[in-house]
């Protein structure tokens, strides 16, 4: 089983401030099956990059991922009140075929 | 426009059995990768069952031989049959459409397994 971390737990950014999220898998995964997801309070996650680096339709472009093998990064050129919230990365593998990580919150400075 | 939308979440007792449903629309479920994930309260998300396009089916290990997954082709909803519920399995339950990314998500059912 492909063991996903995210790093930080959270992130205490003010409006403006560029966030870095990572997400370190345990073994190499293909860049095509990395994903990330946007959940807020009471509500479903949301798709926001796919194939680690394309973005999700309507995803604004100050959302960017990259990486490859067994690190990989979600990034928030500068962060807006709405995107406070949690992120998670997701992963499609063999066995079992899909993990999560656990979650960077994203929370107001 | 795609929707998803659970339903058959309810108070159980440990060792009942459940049976939720997710309603598709704008989509056909059978020519498509189909999951339900699962939250447990102020926690993260949990991966149970994919069914793929093809029929086949695979389960987390916290759920294999107590949950089932299926699909109902007449009414294009996604289905999952469980037994033998614990306390462990009070969650949110998500229905999600994708294999390698989820790019539709339901609203989630809650299901909470308690005496």
């Known amino acids: 089983e492909i063991v996903l971390t995210q790093s930080p737990g959270t992130l205490s950014l003010s409006p403006g401030e560029r966030a870095t999220l990572s997400c370190r898998a345990s073994?190499?995964?293909?860049?095509?099956?990395l994903a990330w997801y946007q959940q807020k309070p009471g509500q479903a996650p949301r798709l926001l990059m796919y194939?680690?680096?394309s973005r999700a339709i309507g995803i604004p472009d100050r959302f960017s991922g990259s990486g490859s093998g067994t690190d990989f990064t979600l990034t928030i050129s500068r962060v807006e009140p709405e995107d406070f919230a949690v992120y998670y990365c997701?992963?499609?593998?063999?066995?079992?075929?899909?993990?999560f990580g656990p979650g960077t919150r994203v929370d107001i400075k | 426009e795609v929707q998803l939308v659970e339903s058959g979440g309810h108070l159980i007792q440990p060792g009942g059995s459940l049976r939720l449903s997710c309603a598709a629309s704008?989509?056909?479920?059978?020519?498509?990768?189909m999951s339900w994930v699962r939250q447990a309260p102020g926690k993260g998300l949990e991966w149970v069952s994919v069914?793929?396009?093809?029929?086949?089916?695979y389960y987390a290990d916290s759920v294999k031989g107590r949950f089932t997954i299926s699909r109902d082709n007449s009414k294009n909803t996604l289905d999952l049959q469980m037994k033998s519920l614990r306390a462990e399995d009070t969650a949110v339950y998500y229905c999600?459409?994708?294999?390698?990314?989820?790019?539709?998500w339901g609203l989630g059912t809650l299901v909470t397994v308690s005496s």
């Open positions: 997701q992963q499609y593998g063999s066995s079992p075929p899909i993990t």
């Open positions: 194939g680690a680096s």
């Open positions: 069914v793929y396009d093809t029929g086949r089916t």
């Open positions: 704008g989509f056909i479920v059978r020519s498509t990768h």
């Open positions: 073994q190499s995964v293909s860049s095509s099956y």
């Open positions: 999600a459409r994708g294999l390698r990314y989820f790019d539709s």
